[in-house]
């Protein structure tokens, strides 16, 4: 499935031979149509996946706005809003959207975003081909994205449509900038720009789209190049070369719309939130460094994936930082060493450049690193594996049916993982109980299990998740929560009402902040303290949700 062919700088945009490994017209329909069928198969079972215990009732069930389906009003404040601490407008217009088509059922919105993730493989290998010309490289680049495991938590997660909604207008994006590249006219970079602002509406994820097309213009467009390749290279692309100056130039208006975004989203993540994560700039950097090497880590060893891996703070290993820092200076060093080979600088540079605004520098959440923060980022080790696996591949002269055949198990593996861990999303005590197991003292996958037990009717067993979310951390609220919710749900309302009361001392404003001072208010009310319910209800009154 993977084409070979060594391209030197100054053939960056040339065709590329005929070669052993070269794929036929028809060979490549069947391959990218079975590779869309695989897609389907695996991702197929989350039809019958419920909502999750975790945002989707902020991003849809317990949502007034989105509910109410799209409507002018709903439009309105979507551009207007700032809750969840984003601003998202085209997220809550998909979401408004599936509830008018859908209602509040889970399996339309989940079909959604196996449709949207099946659209954006098939940009990706487009955008790829196009680009670089070799379509079977880039067939393996969109096959990895398509079945990669780290992938599952953004395509089986309703409230992750953003991750997904986001990317596809950055392809957009990017397919349009080759369109620019040729010509470049004002009305084609209206479009990019355009595109550029649909991804930013969706999730601000891809605002580093501008530095990206900076690397796509020094590989593989070719508009970048050395004094000693512009003369060499002239003839061999359509594409006019420009000076670093004149290519950072015609961006303004992009990183005009980066500074936009990144306002609008410091604003969103002020809006109601507590300083929960106060951790130095020192830890935060050290987390990062970490973080990086363990998202390449697990691209290549998926296993024990979550939907949280808690922040460690400033618990951290001095030596497990100093490790993963040698590691990424080292792979910085070899991409140095190998500058000819240019999709080594672009593929290295994308990926660290595209997890910066991910990586946790700004903490804005209780997580080290996310599996659907990798959704973009990793597209850059994807082609650095693909094109260099390829090019390693032809200097050996390999016989032409070992590469395709190990590509294709290397494929076949990943699809089982991913199938396997797209079953754990099949409802939340599965997916939280598998969290506890591949996770260490995680009291925030503890408490959301006790959440998911207590709403299943399994009040005892929740319970014992709640007291070890609080003997891991006496200080976090989801746990105090969910024994307020269970005293109150048990009849015991005294005991609920301590649980409220410490919740509502330590969360300061929120979003769950409003629902229990209303079930204060019915607490005292079914105690017979009519006088106290009524100063409840009128706290509630004064926060009330739009």
Not at 413 to 420: N, S
Request: net charge positive; proline share 5%.
């Amino acid at each position: 499935m993977v084409s070979a062919g060594v391209q030197s700088p100054a053939q960056v945009q040339s065709q590329p031979k005929a070669g052993p490994f070269a794929l036929p017209g028809k060979s490549i329909l069947a391959l990218g149509l079975l590779l869309l069928a695989g897609t389907l198969g695996v991702y197929l079972q989350v039809h019958r996946h419920p909502f999750v215990n975790l945002d989707d009732d902020v991003y849809v069930t317990e949502n007034a706005h989105v509910t109410s389906g799209l409507n002018l009003t709903t439009v309105e404040w979507a551009f207007t809003t700032y809750h969840a601490n984003n601003w998202h407008p085209l997220t809550w217009i998909s979401h408004a959207l599936d509830c008018q088509l859908f209602h509040l059922g889970p399996a339309g919105p989940h079909d959604v975003n196996v449709v949207l993730h099946l659209i954006n493989v098939v940009l990706l290998f487009w955008v790829l081909w196009k680009a670089t010309g070799y379509a079977g490289r880039s067939l393996m680049v969109a096959a990895l994205f398509a079945l990669h495991p780290l992938n599952v938590e953004s395509v089986a997660w309703i409230a992750e449509r953003k991750t997904m909604l986001s990317m596809l207008f950055f392809l957009l994006a990017l397919g349009a900038y080759r369109w620019y590249a040729q010509k470049p006219r004002m009305g084609r970079c209206s479009v990019v720009a355009l595109l550029f602002a649909l991804g930013l509406m969706a999730k601000p994820q891809v605002i580093t789209l501008p530095c990206v097309l900076l690397l796509w213009d020094y590989w593989p467009l070719g508009r970048l190049r050395l004094r000693t390749e512009q003369s060499a290279s002239s003839s061999q692309t359509d594409i006019p070369p420009r000076s670093f100056y004149w290519l950072v130039m015609e961006k303004l208006p992009l990183f005009v719309l980066c500074l936009i975004s990144a306002y609008l989203t410091m604003r969103a993540q002020r809006v109601g939130r507590p300083q929960y994560w106060p951790f130095t700039f020192p830890v935060r950097l050290e987390n990062a460094i970490v973080a990086y090497a363990r998202y390449v880590r697990k691209m290549f060893w998926p296993s024990d994936l979550a939907p949280m891996y808690l922040h460690p703070g400033n618990s951290i290993r001095l030596w497990r930082v100093f490790l993963a820092l040698a590691f990424l200076l080292a792979v910085t060093a070899l991409v140095a060493v190998c500058w000819r080979r240019r999709y080594l600088t672009v593929g290295w540079l994308w990926f660290l450049g595209t997890m910066v605004p991910m990586i946790g520098l700004m903490q804005v959440g209780r997580q080290a690193m996310a599996d659907r923060y990798a959704y973009l980022p990793f597209l850059g080790l994807f082609i650095m594996l693909c094109w260099g696996v390829a090019d390693w591949a032809e200097a050996r002269h390999l016989p032409t049916k070992l590469l395709p055949a190990v590509s294709i198990a290397v494929l076949v593996g990943l699809a089982v993982v991913t199938y396997r861990q797209v079953g754990y999303w099949a409802d939340n005590v599965t997916l939280w109980s598998h969290a506890v197991q591949v996770t260490d003292r995680n009291w925030f996958a503890e408490a959301h299990l006790g959440d998911a037990l207590r709403n299943t009717g399994h009040q005892e067993e929740a319970l014992q998740h709640y007291f070890k979310s609080l003997a891991i951390d006496p200080t976090n609220l989801d746990a105090t929560l969910g024994l307020a919710l269970y005293e109150h749900q048990t009849g015991h309302l005294r005991e609920s009402i301590d649980y409220y009361k410490k919740y509502l001392a330590a969360a300061g404003v929120d979003e769950r902040r409003y629902q229990v001072l209303i079930n204060l208010g019915h607490v005292y009310r079914r105690l017979g303290d009519a006088e106290r319910a009524r100063q409840y209800f009128e706290q509630a009154a004064k926060i009330a949700p739009e």
